[in-house]
């Protein structure tokens, strides 16, 4: 059974940013496509970016292009989400998720995995 973890989320002022971190055990990292999404109150959960199991192929939302970037470590088991220019928009659970099938996907259906949340505040 795969596990993820995120971390790295907290309470930030409009223009700064934060770098969010999931580390996963119990599978094989390198094999997995990994996504984060996130979760505003009162609103459904919706695609914020997604890596490919060899970390060369990216997508992003539109609402982040630009200002997001994930990467990825497979020696260390890790995803991570470095977020910049962020905006009071961008306050949400944030979660990430893994995916056997292996290639970047926008599609929450195609994972299987995910974490519990980290949340991530931006105060105007």
């Known amino acids: 059974q795969v596990q993820l973890i995120e971390s790295g989320g907290g309470l930030v002022q409009s223009g700064g940013s934060l770098r969010l971190s999931c580390a996963a055990s119990g599978g094989i990292f390198s094999n997995y496509a990994m996504g984060w999404f996130r979760q505003a109150p009162g609103k459904e959960r919706e695609f914020v970016a997604t890596i490919s199991w060899r970390g060369t192929i990216t997508y992003y939302a539109d609402s982040v292009k630009g200002r997001f970037t994930i990467s990825r470590d497979n020696a260390k088991n890790t995803v991570y989400l470095q977020m910049n220019s962020l905006k009071p928009e961008d306050t949400a659970v944030y979660y990430c998720?893994?995916?056997?099938?292996?290639?970047?996907?926008?599609?929450?259906?195609?994972?299987?995995?995910w974490g519990q949340g980290t949340q991530v505040t931006v105060s105007s």
């Open positions: 998720a893994a995916g056997v099938q292996g290639g970047a996907t926008t599609a929450e259906y195609e994972y299987d995995y």
